[in-house]
Structure formats: C-alpha cells, structure tokens
C-alpha cells in the first residue's frame, strides 16, 4: 500500500525524481573519482573506473525507474505523446481527419436521435402505446406507401382487428389577427383522434367524430401546450374563446397536455379537424381535393388494436 | 577467496540496512564504499543496483531521505533506516542467524562424519 502511494507520487513528480537521480549518481561518481585519484590514479583514470564501478549509469537509471511509478502506464503515455507529434507534424492530413470524425460522429448522434426521437420512442401523453399500431399500405412492389383520406375512411370502416383508427396530416397555419402571433406547425387530424389515442386533455375537451365531416367542417381547435403557454400566457380562460387560424375565427376546444405534440417532436402545435381545410382554404379548391381523391396521398394513419389483438393478428386482420 | 563475489541474492537490503544502523544517515557512495570496506573489498556491489535498492527500501518506508552536504560541501541525499526499518533488521537478522547455523552445524557434521 505504502509503496503504491509512493508510485502514484513518483508518476506525477516524474521529471523532478530523475533530476535528483542524475544528481545522486554524478555525486556518487564524483566521489568515487576523488577516492581513485587519492590512491594515486590520474584524473581520467580515476573517472574512468569509478564509472567501470558503477556499472552503466543508463541501466541503473532504467532500473530504478522500473521501480519508481508504473511503467506500462508511462509506455502508454509515451505512445500517445508519439501520436500526438507525428499529428503535429502534418497538420493538413489531421486536420481532414480531425474534420471527418466530428462529421460522421456528430452526423450518427443526430441521425440517431432522430430516428429514436420520431420512429422509436413511444408518443409521449399517449395511453397504453403498446397497443398503437402505424398502418401503411404496402404496394405491389413490397414498398410501404401512404394513405389518402378516402383509404383512411375504408380502413376505419372495414378494420376488425382495430378499436379505433385515426388519421393525422401536417398543416401549417397564421394564428391572430393578420397572421400576428405567428405561423405555426399544426397538425389535422380527425375527429375521433384524442379519442383513439388516449390523451387526457389539460384543458377542455378533444375534438368529437361530428366535427370532422367533410360536409358540415367545424370552426374549432386545440392548441398545444407549449403554444398555449407561449402565445397565449397559459390564459385559464381559454376554452371557448375565438382566435384566427389563417384569418378565420376558431374557438378552442381544448388544450393538450404538456408533452403531447403529436406524431412529430415538435414545441408549437395546433389540431385542428382535418374537415376543417375547406374553412382554411376557402379559396383554394385543390387543398379540399384532398379530402375526397383517393389518389391524393399521404395522410399518416395510426390505429388502436383491439383488446386481445397483438401486434401480429393485426396486421392481418385488415 | 581470490574472486570477489557477488552479493549474495536477497541479501543486499538486509546489508544496507545493517550499515546504516550502524553507520547512522549515509549517502549512496558512502554506503557502497563502506560495504566494500566492511567485507574487506571481498564483496564487490555493482554499484548502480545500490540505488534501485535504496528506492525500494524507502517505498516500504523502512528508510527515509533528506537532502543535506557531504562532508566536501557537495549537496547529497542521505539515508536514514527509520523505526520500521529497525523492527524488519531485527527480524531479518534473527532468521538470517537461525539459518546459517544451521547449515553451519551441517557443514561440522560433514566434516565429523569424515
């Protein structure tokens, strides 16, 4: 133990230690000299023996530092010293090396976070997640494709294996007067999709199915949490008031809780009923196509399994 | 004894020891000469296995160093057994004295038997 904490010492005051010992010996030698030449050799002679007495000065000095610190520890050290110059001396070639591994390393961490943050996580705020399953028709190639509306409405009818099926598309929308508070990221979903998914609302209510009828849309809306709190001070009183999506006066339904931001890991967010595009775009007659044209794709379509289907059966049974 | 031997092995500690406690604080050349004179230059040290040694000593704290001058005003390590040290002699010099009677007496009944 004793001898351990005097290698650990030795190994940081290394350079200190090896000065004291290239002084002992040349101490130790001059000595021996001074006691040769007493005895009547000539000064060279004498030197010359005394360093015959001593045995190689090099090996002792290799010896006792054997002794002193841990050598295979310092070996090391000298190698990554070595590493570190031969860099220096090409400063091109390490630096493109330096710039590749920051690239690939740092491009992996996003593409992994990424993938973990939208394919592999679970949808925060979410019930029982395990039992939500993403639908994906697959074409004649084998190639997973998208859904329009018109084979998300087939899904939800026909689907056996499923307790409730939803769709959810992107849509980014001007909220205020004038578009004042901003542009935001929302999502349209349809009306049974707080529902299906088992969120617990923070305020108000989720949409009901009645509000997402192509025919009849619904001015109504739910704001995030993040964006409630930001644009809207987390103002109480919120259920019930109006404010403008793209122009239009929406009342809000509800608010989602904290950490729900749909599919997508996204801070500021609205739902809004998919039927509501036609309100969105009242002049835009392609944005309403959408909602009819099964070739208009891509809606992303999640469904619910129900009790007693596993993930398995499921994909079978629609 | 024409050729002068090497120390014997493991026994150089225990000689180190035994000179400086009888010598008191020595540096590296004075404890190398004096074994020499003490063993009549029949053992001859390799000098530089001294300082190994007195390292080795010193981690297991049986001898302590300080710097001071050497009686020609060169500045010197010196070295010192400490309590320790003692104790271990002590307990060196009994096992060491146990065995060479030992072989000593087999060395008489030899001698006796012939």
């Not at chain 1, 004793?2 to 030698?29: C, W």
């Not at chain 1, 025919?215 to 009183?237: H, N, T, Y």
Request: proline share 5%; hydrophobic share 40%.
């Amino acid at each position: 133990m004793r001898s351990l904490v005097a290698r650990l010492v030795a190994l940081f005051r290394r350079r200190r230690l090896d000065e004291e010992l290239a002084d002992e010996i040349s101490a130790h030698l001059e000595f021996a000299a001074a006691d040769h030449v007493e005895r009547g050799l000539p000064g060279d002679e004498a030197r010359r023996t005394a360093s015959r007495r001593f045995g190689g000065a090099r090996q002792a000095e290799e010896a006792y530092r054997d002794r002193q610190g841990f050598p295979l520890l310092e070996s090391i050290w000298q190698d990554g010293y070595y590493a570190i110059r031969t860099l220096r001396r090409q400063p091109a070639f390490t630096v493109v090396v330096l710039v590749v591994l920051a690239t690939v390393i740092g491009l992996n961490t996003s593409l992994f976070t990424l993938t973990a943050g939208l394919l592999l996580r679970p949808w925060a705020g979410v019930g029982n997640p395990s039992q939500v399953v993403t639908i994906y028709p697959i074409d004649s190639a084998g190639r997973a494709s998208g859904v329009s509306l018109a084979g998300y409405r087939f899904i939800a009818d026909h689907a056996t294996s499923l307790a409730g099926v939803t769709a959810m598309r992107p849509e980014s929308v001007d909220l205020g007067e004038d578009g004042g508070l901003g542009k935001t990221g929302g999502f349209l979903v349809s009306g049974n999709f707080f529902d299906v998914l088992g969120v617990v609302m923070a305020r108000g209510r989720g949409f009901r199915p009645d509000e997402d009828r192509p025919g009849s849309p619904q001015a109504v809306v739910i704001l995030g949490f993040s964006l409630w709190q930001s644009r809207f001070g987390g103002d109480a009183g919120i259920v019930g008031a109006r404010i403008r999506v793209n122009g239009v006066p929406f009342t809000v339904a509800g608010v989602a809780p904290a950490g729900f931001v749909g599919p997508e890991p996204r801070s500021a967010t609205v739902f809004l009923p998919i039927a509501s595009l036609s309100l969105l775009h009242p002049n835009d007659a392609s944005a309403v196509r959408v909602l009819y044209q099964p070739g208009d794709c891509c809606s992303d379509v999640v469904g619910r399994l129900a009790p007693g289907q596993h993930t398995r059966t499921g994909g079978r049974g629609a | 004894m024409s050729v002068k031997s090497d120390v014997l092995h493991g026994t150089l500690d225990l000689i180190v020891l035994k000179t400086l406690e009888a010598m008191g604080p020595l540096h590296g050349y004075a404890i190398a000469r004096r074994i020499e004179q003490v063993s009549s230059d029949q053992l001859a040290i390799n000098q530089g296995t001294l300082y190994p040694a007195l390292l080795k000593l010193g981690h297991r704290g049986w001898i302590s160093t300080k710097w001071g001058q050497s009686q020609t005003g060169r500045r010197v390590k010196f070295y010192a057994i400490t309590r320790l040290g003692r104790r271990q002699l002590h307990t060196e010099e009994d096992d060491w004295q146990r065995a060479a009677s030992i072989v000593t007496k087999f060395f008489r009944l030899a001698k006796a038997v012939k």
